[in-house]
């Protein structure tokens, strides 16, 4: 039985991600920052456990707790929404911590085990913010390009090995925590001179009714997990799909994009 370790499973899409691998008959390592146990349907194909993918101790815990897996979801990430100008370098840091460097950390973590078994999937969730200019999201879209990037280049490293790289590109999904959960590192982010363009850039977030579900993620990531070719791109939801339809980067047959679900 196949074994998938999904990092950040507390909400959003990693937690729709867990129950759709449970649901279609996997071994699901859900991991978090603080364990919850009521989240996910009980069941002896389930482990629930801790990780803070920007702590090397975490990591090393979490994997040796887990054992020996088959694909990882780097899911695991930080949102940020307001004018570069007013977003202290601090701030900025903490999202490339856990969004670049946490992915950058959890991957190399497994390698060893994926080369040597000369088999494995790394599964990189990103954004449709990579897709298309974005405003109000640099810092964020910055965090989540630096993992493109990454993976475009790992995925060729590895091929040898018969390791497989994977990007999945979600797009907006207004019924995710996305904002909630970064509520107190956005305020003040949004200064006054700001304030009537980002009301205006909000107004239009799913303003044509094609936004990203949950459902969508998680059905993309189990679908890139079962893909053993070297197709590297994944949109994810209808929103996404329309934007990578148009982005005339990515027209050769290995980073071909999906069309649909």
Known sequence: M??????????????????????????????MRQPRHDLLPASARLQVLPLDVT????????????????????????????AFEATPMATVRDIFETNTLGVLAMT??????????????VINVTS???????PLVAAYTASKTAVEGF???????????????KLVE????????????????????????????????FAQFGQ???????????????????DASSRLRYAAGADAVALAARNPLFADGRQEFAVAL
């Open 2 to 31: 196949k074994t998938v370790l999904i990092t950040g499973c507390s909400s959003g899409y990693g937690l729709e991600t867990a129950r759709h691998f449970l649901a279609q008959g996997r071994r699901v390592v859900a991991t």
């Open 55 to 82: 702590r090397p101790d975490s990591i090393t815990s979490a994997l040796e707790a887990a054992g020996p897996i088959d694909v990882l979801v780097n899911n695991a990430g930080l949102g940020l929404f307001g």
């Open 108 to 121: 190399q973590a497994v390698l060893p085990q994926f080369r040597a078994r000369r088999a494995g999937t």
């Open 128 to 134: 449709s913010a990579t897709l298309a200019p974005m």
């Open 151 to 165: 993976t475009e280049s790992l995925a060729f490293e590895l091929e040898a090995f018969n390791v497989r790289l």
């Open 170 to 201: 979600p797009g907006y999904a207004p019924t995710t925590r996305f904002t909630a959960n970064g509520a107190e590192r956005m305020q003040g982010l949004i200064p006054e001179p700001y304030a009537a363009y980002a009301q205006s850039v």
């Open 208 to 226: 044509h009714g094609t936004v990203t579900r949950e459902t969508d993620v998680a059905e993309t990531v189990w679908a890139a997990a079962q």
